[in-house]
């Protein structure tokens, strides 16, 4: 009997392994080398000239995210928020400020974990719930889905399709998730992606991240601006960004 269904295990095994393979195949974009080359697009490569789109992840966060919105103001730039719907079921106020202010929400999750094991389903259900959440709190439909963590597997990629979401990644990060990040350190790091075309990964809440890590990006803001100044570049949200499809 052993022999009869070692064939029949093989098969499950294999079946198996390329379900998991075919899942984890998009996640490849991660890579730096492949967000240059092969997935411009979802890395967020823009065409727009001599501009340069500015995002956040993991908020609305009450502590933080209003400093990042009062710089922004004084900095007269505007960005694109991927939220967190678990965040923005606690915020909805801020939500709505977001757009107020004339900055551009995208979905980030409900929650922010990696999907690293097939399960359409769920996918889809927390992907529909997060989006349903931006576009009733914020009164603003998006148009943008970044996985948390860059993570970007099959059934999320196919959800966020199936929603009528853009998946999207970044071309350059400041690394302020970190406890040892400053606004000099975050700068640094991001200066040299800060090139026309480019997607900028930031982040104004640290509910994923080290406490008052936001702190460091707040910091940074000035020194991004003042560098997009100097270069002739523009700071502003993705759907000026003019990403082909």
Do not use: K, N
């Not at 980030?108 to 997060?130: C, I, T, V």
């Not at 009733?136 to 970044?146: H, K, Q, S």
Request: aromatic share 6%; net charge positive.
């Amino acid at each position: 009997m052993g022999r009869a269904t070692t064939p029949l295990l093989a098969g499950s095994l294999a079946a198996a392994a390329a379900l998991e393979f075919l899942h984890l195949a998009p996640a490849a974009v991660r890579l730096p080398s492949l967000r240059r080359t092969l997935a411009r697009r979802t890395a967020g490569r823009g065409t727009t000239p001599g501009h340069v789109a500015l995002t956040f992840d993991d908020g609305p966060d009450p502590r933080s995210t209003p400093y990042v919105l009062d710089a922004l103001d004084e900095l007269g730039a505007r960005a694109t928020f991927f939220l967190l719907g678990s965040m923005l079921e606690r915020a909805p106020a801020l939500g709505r400020e977001l757009v107020r202010r004339g900055h551009e929400v995208a979905v980030h999750g409900w929650y922010h974990r990696s999907q690293w094991y097939p399960a359409p389903g769920r996918d889809l259900r927390e992907l529909r719930r997060a989006t349903e959440a931006v576009t009733e709190l914020c009164g603003a439909r998006p148009l943008w889905y970044r996985p948390p963590y860059g993570v970007l597997t099959a059934g999320p990629a196919l959800a966020a399709r199936r929603l009528g979401l853009r998946s999207v990644l970044w071309t350059a990060w400041g690394r302020d998730w970190t406890a040892e990040a400053t606004g000099a350190s975050v700068y640094a790091t991001a200066r040299p992606g800060l090139t026309a075309g480019a997607t900028l990964l930031l982040h104004d809440s640290d509910c994923t991240s080290a406490p008052d890590s936001w702190r460091a990006t707040l910091a940074a803001l000035p020194l991004i601006a003042a560098h997009c100044r100097t270069h002739h570049l523009t700071l502003g949200p993705l759907r000026d960004h003019a990403v082909p499809p």
